[in-house]
C-alpha cells in the first residue's frame, strides 16, 4: 500500500492540537520530530536508551509529520487538514513557519518511519510506556505498564502535557474512585486511571476514531472493564458526580469546560486539566477560581502547564 507522509513545520504550541487535527483527519501514525529531544537528559535505569540522529530533526520548530493512505480523496482531506491548522490562529496559537509538504512512502518505509522513534520509556514514579512490539521487563514491583501503539491512536503518552497529567492522576487517584477522562484521545490517562484502582472510569471524546482508537488500547491493557468508552462533547453525556476530572484540551477549551466541571464533582473533588501553554496559565487559573475550584498545585513542564485543583 502506499501512504502519503504530511509534514508541517510548526510551533511546539502548536504540536498538540496539531496532532488532534491530523488524528481526526484519519492520520495512521504520527511522529514529532523536536529537536528539544536532542538536548533532553535521559536516565538510564528506566527502560531503553537509543541514540538520536541530528539529521532527522530541524535546526528550528518542530516538525510533525502523519501518514495518509493514498486514495481518491486525499487532496480533499489534506485541504481540510490545512484549513483545520490555519484556524487554530482563532485560538491565538502561533503555527511558526506553517510549512506544509506532501510526499508518497510505501508502507514499510512508514513502519519504519515512526517506530524508530518511539521506545519505552518512564514518565513517572509508577508508569512507565512501553510499545507493544518491543518486550520489556519491569524494574520494580511499583511499576505499572501502559502498552500503547501509536499507529493506531492519537499520543505516544510521552508528549509533556500528558506527562504531567499521569504524574497529577497518580497524585491524586484512589482506589475506589469515579474518574471521568474529557478528550480522552489514545485512552492513556484512562489506563492509568484504571490501573490506579479507580472503581470505573468514563472515557470521552467528540471523535468516533478516538473511541475506537482508546477502545483498542484499552482492551490491550486489559482494563476493559473497568473503563467505559463512548462519544460525547466534552462533559454533556456525563450524569453522574466524579471523584476526579481530567481534561488534557487546549486552554481556551478547558476555560468552556470549568463551569460544567464544577457541577459535575463531588464535594472536595479534584479537576486535573492539562494541554495550557504557558502563556494562558493565566487565564485558566482565573475561569477556575471564577467557578469556585481552589488550585492546588501548578505543575510545569518545559512550556507546558498543568493544574490540580478540588471543589
Given amino acids: 500500500m502506499k501512504w502519503s507522509e504530511l509534514s508541517i513545520h510548526t510551533?511546539?504550541?502548536?504540536?498538540?492540537?496539531?496532532?488532534?487535527?491530523?488524528?481526526?483527519?484519519?492520520?495512521?501514525?504520527?511522529?514529532?520530530?523536536?529537536?528539544?529531544?536532542?538536548?533532553?537528559?535521559?536516565?538510564?535505569v528506566f527502560g531503553e536508551i537509543y541514540q538520536l540522529n541530528p539529521d532527522d530533526y530541524p535546526t528550528e520548530g518542530v516538525i510533525v509529520k502523519a501518514y495518509l493512505p493514498v486514495n481518491s480523496f486525499i487532496g480533499e482531506t489534506v485541504d481540510q487538514i490545512k484549513e483545520a491548522i490555519n484556524n487554530l490562529i482563532l485560538f491565538e496559537i502561533d503555527l511558526g513557519l506553517n510549512e506544509i509538504s506532501l510526499s508518497e512512502?510505501?508502507?514499510?518505509?512508514?513502519?519504519?518511519?515512526?517506530?524508530?522513534?518511539?521506545?519505552p520509556v518512564q514518565i513517572s514514579e509508577k508508569f512507565t510506556?512501553?510499545?507493544?512490539?518491543?518486550?520489556?521487563?519491569?524494574k520494580s514491583p511499583d511499576e505499572k505498564i501502559i502498552e500503547l501503539d501509536?499507529?493506531?491512536?492519537?499520543?505516544?503518552?510521552?508528549?509533556?502535557?500528558?506527562?504531567?497529567?499521569?504524574?497529577?492522576?497518580?497524585?491524586?487517584?484512589?482506589?475506589?474512585?469515579?474518574?471521568?477522562d474529557v478528550g480522552t484521545g489514545s485512552g492513556v490517562l484512562s489506563i492509568a486511571a484504571a490501573k490506579l484502582d479507580a472503581k470505573k472510569v468514563f472515557a470521552y471524546d467528540l471523535d468516533?476514531?478516538?473511541?475506537?482508537?482508546a477502545t483498542l488500547n484499552i482492551k490491550i491493557n486489559k482494563v476493559l472493564d473497568l473503563v467505559e468508552v463512548s462519544q460525547s462533547n466534552l462533559l454533556s453525556s456525563y450524569t453522574g458526580a466524579a471523584d476526579v476530572i481530567v481534561a488534557n484540551l487546549l486552554a481556551e477549551?478547558?476555560?468552556?469546560?470549568?463551569?460544567?466541571?464544577?457541577?459535575?464533582?463531588?464535594?472536595?473533588?479534584?479537576?486535573?486539566?492539562?494541554?495550557?501553554?504557558q502563556t494562558k496559565k493565566i487565564d485558566v487559573i482565573n475561569q477556575l477560581e471564577?467557578?469556585?475550584?481552589?488550585?492546588?498545585?501548578?505543575?510545569?513542564?518545559?512550556?507546558?502547564?498543568?493544574?490540580?485543583?478540588h471543589s
Fill in 11 to 44: 510551533t511546539q504550541e502548536a504540536v498538540e492540537p496539531i496532532t488532534n487535527i491530523l488524528h481526526e483527519a484519519g492520520a495512521s501514525g504520527v511522529v514529532i520530530e523536536d529537536p528539544f529531544d536532542l538536548f533532553k537528559e535521559r536516565e538510564n
Fill in 105 to 119: 512512502v510505501n508502507e514499510e518505509e512508514w513502519a519504519t518511519a515512526w517506530k524508530k522513534y518511539y521506545h
Fill in 129 to 138: 510506556v512501553v510499545p507493544t512490539w518491543e518486550e520489556y521487563e519491569i
Fill in 150 to 180: 501509536p499507529g493506531m491512536a492519537f499520543g505516544t503518552g510521552t508528549h509533556p502535557t500528558t506527562v504531567l497529567c499521569i504524574r497529577a492522576i497518580e497524585k491524586v487517584v484512589k482506589p475506589g474512585d469515579e474518574v471521568v
Fill in 208 to 213: 468516533e476514531i478516538a473511541v475506537h482508537s
Fill in 253 to 277: 477549551i478547558v476555560i468552556r469546560l470549568s463551569p460544567d466541571a464544577i457541577t459535575k464533582i463531588k464535594p472536595n473533588g479534584k479537576f486535573i486539566v492539562s494541554g495550557i501553554i
Fill in 290 to 309: 471564577k467557578d469556585g475550584f481552589v488550585i492546588d498545585e501548578v505543575m510545569e513542564m518545559e512550556d507546558w502547564v498543568a493544574i490540580i485543583a
